[in-house]
């Protein structure tokens, strides 16, 4: 049996090595000519670290990350409203890691290479669709390069990991159209600076109506005066967006206006934003959940399946839970085609929840509370605005639909939420 995966993001390489660790073969075969590592910063929270570490990378991940140690929210004032722990702050087994994109990939590539094979990524390779028969599936593919078209390449399975826009996904559901846009546009960066709040906070300001920023750091000590990599992301209502392109150059005359006043005694936010190394813009966009993910040895993992919001850190976390569900399916079940369909009942219901949860309640929904009740104005003390309870049960409730509440993660591994 051999897996053939379309794609080498953080889905199809963690599909690779956790599959390996079932002892089953797979080989990836990736678009990009060469894998760099792009993108700016995600979060690994406690169930995708728990994966992780089940596949011996929590060494090479610490090296690369920062272990984050709080959420702290705030208004536009810089009126602190909450705060909680987080990881092994609040008393996870499992760590909580803020990393660059590029640095997790590279730490899963090279661990897919250490330990199948130089030559079980493939780069260079598009897929452009799929076929199948009673007895395995094949993936399609161009030379990205050439535009040749190259030989299709047989599994016993084809698992689409080719992200938001998937080729395969389209081929499954072409009447979908493209990702919806969610009202809300994104500027994003990484600034070098000195460690603020407590050096490992991931902070959430203001509101997505006047201009919301995420904050948090994701390299330690990135030069001699001890400075930071600091992701954020600014997010704020428009009808005004393009089509998600991951290297989109933003400007930051489009979106600074909205920070200019956040002058706050543990971040100068305007003069953080101008030191950013570049400006990139994304729209925030998702798809509505698949009535199926899976047909006969062909499946949907990651963005690819479940494309959400990024308001929850959970887009790289549910891909990586996904591997496992699928390679524990696919050691469990003789028949590979059902071993897809219960890799599908494990998933595909727990992930939309995570969609619609991060449309509607995601952790952030804490600030729109906040913006609401105060009708957008300082207040004099957090308790007249929203109980201190209130805002603890928004944290708690998405925790368990995303399925990193501390008692899912008590008992052996299990990839899901509720
Ligand atoms: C370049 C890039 C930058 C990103 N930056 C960020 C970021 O800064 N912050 C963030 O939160 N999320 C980012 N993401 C998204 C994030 O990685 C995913 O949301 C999440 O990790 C789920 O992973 P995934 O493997 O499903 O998708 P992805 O990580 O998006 O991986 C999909 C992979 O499939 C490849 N691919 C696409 N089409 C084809 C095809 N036809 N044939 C073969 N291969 C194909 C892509 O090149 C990519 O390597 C980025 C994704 C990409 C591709």
């Not at 794609?7 to 599909?15: A, E, K, R, S, V």
């Not at 709080?70 to 008393?91: D, K, S, T």
């Not at 906070?201 to 330690?220: D, F, T």
Request: hydrophobic share 40%; glycine share 10%; with cysteine.
């Amino acid at each position: 049996m051999e897996v053939v995966i379309v794609g080498g993001g953080i889905g199809g390489l963690t599909l690779a090595l956790t599959l390996d660790k079932a002892g089953i073969p797979s080989r990836v075969f990736e678009s990009s000519p060469e894998i760099k590592p792009i993108g700016v910063g995600i979060n690994l929270l406690p169930h995708a670290t728990k994966e992780l570490a089940r596949l011996g990378l929590d060494k090479d991940l610490a090296r690369v990350a920062v272990e984050t140690r709080e959420a702290v929210f705030f208004n536009r004032f810089g009126q602190l409203i909450y705060r909680e722990p987080l990881g092994c702050a609040a008393g996870y087994e499992q760590p909580q890691f803020s990393v660059h994109r590029g640095d997790l990939q590279m730490v899963l590539l090279d661990a897919v290479r250490r330990r199948l094979g130089e030559d079980r990524v493939l780069s260079g390779w598009k897929c452009v669709g799929f076929e199948q028969d009673a007895t395995g599936a094949a993936a399609l593919f161009r030379s990205t390069v050439t535009g040749e078209g190259l030989a299709p390449q047989r599994g016993s399975v084809v698992v689409a990991c080719d992200g938001i826009h998937s080729v395969i996904r389209k081929q499954l559901h072409p009447g979908e159209g493209e990702p919806l846009y969610s009202g809300v546009n994104m500027w994003r960066g990484v600034t070098r600076w000195p460690a603020f709040l407590s050096g490992a906070s991931m902070v959430r300001a203001g509101w997505l109506k006047c201009g919301k920023m995420v904050i948090y750091p994701i390299r330690e000590r990135i030069d001699a005066e001890g400075r930071q990599l600091v992701n954020w992301v600014a997010e704020i209502e428009t009808p005004r967006h393009q089509q998600r392109d991951w290297n989109r150059r933003g400007s930051l005359d489009d979106f600074l206006g909205a920070f200019e006043e956040w002058h706050f005694d543990w971040l100068d936010v305007p003069a953080f934003i101008r030191a950013a190394d570049a400006v990139l813009e994304f729209p925030m966009v998702d798809q509505d959940p698949l009535p199926f993910w899976t047909q006969g040895r062909v499946t949907l993992l990651g963005d690819a399946a479940h494309p959400m919001v990024p308001r929850g850190s959970n887009g790289a976390g549910q891909a990586i839970l996904d591997a496992r569900a699928l390679a524990d399916a696919l050691v469990t079940h003789r028949d590979p085609a059902e071993a897809l369909q219960a890799y599908e009942a494990k998933r595909r219901e727990a992930t939309a929840n995570v969609v619609r949860m991060n449309r509607q309640n995601p952790p952030d929904a804490i600030l729109r509370e906040v913006f609401v009740r105060s009708g957008d104005r300082p207040f004099e003390r957090i308790e007249d605005v929203i109980p201190i309870e209130e805002l603890k049960a928004i944290s708690e409730r998405y925790k368990r639909v995303a399925g990193y509440d501390r008692e899912s993660l008590s008992g052996p591994a299990a990839a899901g939420g509720k």
